[in-house]
């Protein structure tokens, strides 16, 4: 089934120790996203992938950056967590971007910093 | 700023009982309304949208309501089964640029 995998399902890290999670894709879509969400809040956008055209969140800290090496993959570097980044964190994919376009999410990894 | 507000963090309804789930938002520029599902340990999942042009759109057991006057949309479940119990989010979107509400758990007992 074509569908939007991460791994890992659950990442320990340190604080201020670089980390990486990702998300591939078997879809084809051309749009990638990563979505943060912590406990009990809304999902919140921290950047997206119009096929290789990066689109940062205004109020995405530039703690977190994200690589699209191809189609299929998107990654997200958090460089120095901190105790504040502990989250579960969301990979979504659009086939397209506008309007009528429902994303289809990958399970999240949860990111506990210690 | 939250733009999506889901006011309701849990509901609990009875099986066979209508479920309604309501969700306000405040950006006038939102043209296209979704809701998703989440069971645990599993990404949210598509469950049924609307356009800003109607205001009501139906999928089997599934309706939404689109107040835009009220800038309010609601999702009706009817009859509920227990397997629909899960955390329910609703999502707004203008351009490509979709914003979520924080959820409603929904229970539905036997």
């Known amino acids: 089934d074509a569908m939007v995998i991460q791994n890992p399902r659950y990442q320990v890290t340190q604080f201020g120790k670089p980390v990486t999670l990702s998300c591939s894709q078997t879809l084809n879509h051309n749009v990638m996203y990563w979505y943060q969400q912590k406990s009990s809040q809304a999902p919140k956008l921290l950047f997206h992938y119009y096929d290789k055209d990066f689109n940062n969140e205004a109020d995405t800290p530039d703690n977190f950056q994200s690589r699209r090496p191809n189609t299929s993959f998107c990654f997200l570097d958090i460089r120095s967590p901190g105790l504040g980044d502990a989250a579960m964190y969301l990979c979504a994919t659009s086939r397209d971007a506008g309007i009528n376009e429902k994303l289809f999410f990958g399970s999240g990894t949860q990111l506990s910093v210690l | 700023d939250q733009q999506v507000k889901q006011n309701s963090p849990s509901l609990s309804v009875q099986e066979g009982r209508i479920s309604i789930l309501n969700c306000d938002y405040t950006?006038?520029?939102?043209?296209?309304f979704l809701w998703y599902k989440k069971y645990p340990a599993e990404g949210p999942t598509f469950l049924i949208s609307i356009s800003s042009i109607k205001d009501k759109n139906e999928d089997g057991r599934f309706t939404v309501f689109l107040n835009k006057s009220a800038k309010h949309l609601s999702l009706h479940i009817v009859p509920s089964q227990p397997g629909d119990s899960a955390v329910y989010f609703c999502a707004a979107s203008a351009d490509n640029d979709m914003r979520f509400g924080a959820g409603t758990r929904l229970t539905v007992k036997p």
């Open positions: 950006n006038s520029m939102f043209d296209y």
